[in-house]
């Protein structure tokens, strides 16, 4: 994988989180304060990032704990992606069609391109990165005039546990996926600048997401919305002729779900292979179906706990790899 691609990825999986669960999560704790907060969150990251591009997580997922950790992240990750398409779709685009035939065909779709392997994931980063730069920069440019600068206001720390919260996640969401890239790369392919680039690419681009959402909506009013992401590109008006692009717009998130998913899907694919993956695949699209989107009580569960889960995986990886490398070098 070389440098490009290793910067590609890590811009879709530093954000994919943010999409259905992240910024809602968030603003809920930070309100017009998770400018700032964000921002802590962003430091907060990249410090962590920084700790983790030290460690060999190639060698790590090659020990039994590092499988356990790392196929539990990737698991947790399509469970996400597939959760978020569904309740996407089945609310705004396919009211009336049954949210198992929206999942289905992502779950093909991933399947599919987990048996073309990594090079062919790897050549459609290249595609989607350049649509989701085109279609974000339209999306930028056509709602920014719909900002209005004192919707920022008041900005102030409401509770501090809250605002600790919001710090923490933000760190996380922006961080935890990285991991599955790095698990692919050994030591020496790394190639930390890269990463880095990816990572402050792709939490820039949220920062601009929080700020046109909180300049046009106002942090309270934005909470009224489950997906306030969406939303937003419902403000895309181009040379007030082309409205109504929200649907075409938000291929950005797709973009980000469909590689995420089909990074965590190649990981899955190197322990699960043959007729094991599709096994382990259907039992898993079986658990997100009725356990998840049949049930939006624990819809919530999974939006309020994503980032402790997340918190703890990338943790307990930190301190596994570091003890896996002391005793290698013993």
């Given at each position: 994988?070389?440098?490009?691609?290793?910067?590609?990825?890590?811009?879709?999986?530093?954000?994919?989180?943010?999409?259905?669960?992240?910024?809602?999560?968030?603003?809920?704790?930070?309100?017009?304060?998770?400018?700032?907060?964000?921002?802590?969150?962003?430091?907060?990251?990249?410090?962590?990032?920084?700790?983790?591009?030290?460690?060999?997580?190639n060698?790590?997922?090659?020990?039994?704990?590092?499988?356990?950790?790392?196929?539990?992240?990737?698991?947790?990750?399509?469970?996400?992606?597939?959760?978020?398409?569904?309740?996407?779709?089945?609310?705004?685009?396919?009211i009336?069609?049954?949210?198992?035939?929206?999942?289905?065909?992502?779950?093909?779709?991933?399947?599919?391109?987990?048996?073309?392997?990594?090079?062919?994931?790897?050549?459609?980063?290249?595609?989607?990165?350049?649509?989701?730069?085109?279609?974000?920069?339209?999306?930028?440019?056509?709602?920014?005039?719909?900002?209005?600068?004192?919707?920022?206001?008041?900005?102030?720390?409401?509770?501090?546990?809250?605002?600790?919260?919001?710090?923490?996640?933000?760190?996380?969401?922006?961080?935890?996926?990285?991991?599955?890239?790095?698990?692919?790369?050994?030591?020496?392919?790394?190639?930390?600048?890269?990463?880095?680039i990816?990572?402050?690419?792709?939490?820039?681009?949220?920062?601009?997401?929080?700020?046109?959402?909180?300049?046009?909506?106002?942090?309270?009013?934005?909470?009224?919305?489950?997906?306030?992401?969406y939303?937003?590109?419902?403000?895309?008006?181009?040379f007030?002729?082309?409205?109504?692009?929200?649907?075409?717009?938000s291929?950005?998130?797709?973009?980000?779900?469909l590689?995420?998913?089909?990074?965590?899907?190649?990981?899955?694919?190197?322990?699960?292979?043959?007729?094991?993956?599709?096994?382990?695949?259907?039992?898993?699209?079986?658990?997100?179906?009725?356990?998840?989107?049949?049930?939006?009580?624990?819809?919530l569960?999974l939006?309020?706990?994503?980032?402790?889960?997340?918190?703890m995986?990338?943790?307990?990886?930190?301190i596994?790899?570091?003890?896996?490398?002391?005793?290698?070098?013993?």
């Amino acid at each position: 994988m070389n440098s490009k691609r290793q910067g590609i990825l890590s811009i879709f999986l530093s954000r994919v989180l943010y999409f259905g669960v992240g910024i809602s999560y968030i603003l809920a704790y930070g309100n017009n304060f998770t400018i700032i907060n964000f921002l802590i969150g962003f430091i907060l990251g990249f410090i962590l990032l920084l700790l983790m591009l030290k460690r060999d997580w190639n060698n790590f997922f090659k020990s039994l704990l590092g499988r356990i950790i790392i196929l539990s992240m990737a698991f947790f990750l399509v469970n996400n992606c597939l959760v978020a398409v569904a309740v996407l779709g089945s609310n705004f685009y396919l009211i009336n069609t049954p949210p198992i035939l929206i999942i289905v065909p992502l779950f093909i779709l991933i399947l599919y391109g987990v048996k073309k392997g990594l090079a062919a994931t790897l050549r459609l980063s290249d595609i989607l990165i350049f649509i989701s730069i085109i279609t974000g920069i339209i999306a930028i440019l056509s709602i920014q005039k719909n900002i209005d600068f004192n919707n920022y206001l008041p900005m102030e720390i409401l509770d501090k546990t809250d605002t600790l919260k919001c710090i923490i996640s933000s760190a996380f969401y922006s961080v935890s996926p990285i991991i599955l890239e790095l698990s692919f790369l050994k030591s020496d392919e790394v190639n930390k600048k890269s990463i880095i680039i990816g990572y402050l690419i792709g939490s820039f681009t949220i920062f601009l997401m929080i700020l046109c959402i909180i300049g046009i909506f106002g942090g309270n009013f934005a909470l009224l919305f489950r997906y306030p992401e969406y939303i937003l590109l419902k403000k895309v008006n181009l040379f007030n002729q082309f409205e109504h692009l929200e649907t075409f717009l938000s291929i950005i998130w797709f973009n980000d779900l469909l590689i995420t998913s089909l990074i965590a899907g190649l990981l899955i694919n190197k322990v699960f292979n043959g007729k094991w993956l599709y096994i382990v695949s259907i039992l898993h699209l079986c658990f997100v179906y009725f356990f998840f989107i049949n049930n939006y009580q624990h819809i919530l569960l999974l939006y309020h706990y994503t980032f402790h889960i997340l918190g703890m995986l990338t943790i307990l990886g930190c301190i596994g790899s570091i003890i896996n490398c002391k005793f290698l070098k013993r």
